[in-house]
């Protein structure tokens, strides 16, 4: 599969993904280590993709981004942005909302 299908499939399978560096209990930069942590404190399950584990992932995302650095969050197939967005978001409280709204709790589902 090409690499830019494979970065398709990831972000549209997922309703929020962080690509970055390592892991959020593991992040291999500060960047990446500040928004894994701001994501994490807004309570819901997200995937990651480690793009250091995955070169090629590193290579193609900012064209299909056209977003030069990492990390990047991606919600609902919408890039929010890297670290500094994701931190003034996460401060200024737009941030959980979001992430809430991308990833509904699974009690909230049996309800309606």
Known sequence: MD?????????????????????PNAPQCGFSMKASQAVMACGK??????ILSNPEIRQNLPKYANWP??????????LVGGCDIILEMHETGELKPIIEAAAPDPEDDAES
């Open 3 to 23: 690499v830019m299908e494979t970065i398709k499939g990831q972000i549209e399978s997922n309703d929020i993904i962080l690509y970055m560096k390592g892991s």
């Open 45 to 50: 399950r997200f995937a990651y993709v480690d």
């Open 69 to 78: 650095t990492f990390p990047q969050l991606w919600v609902k197939g919408e």
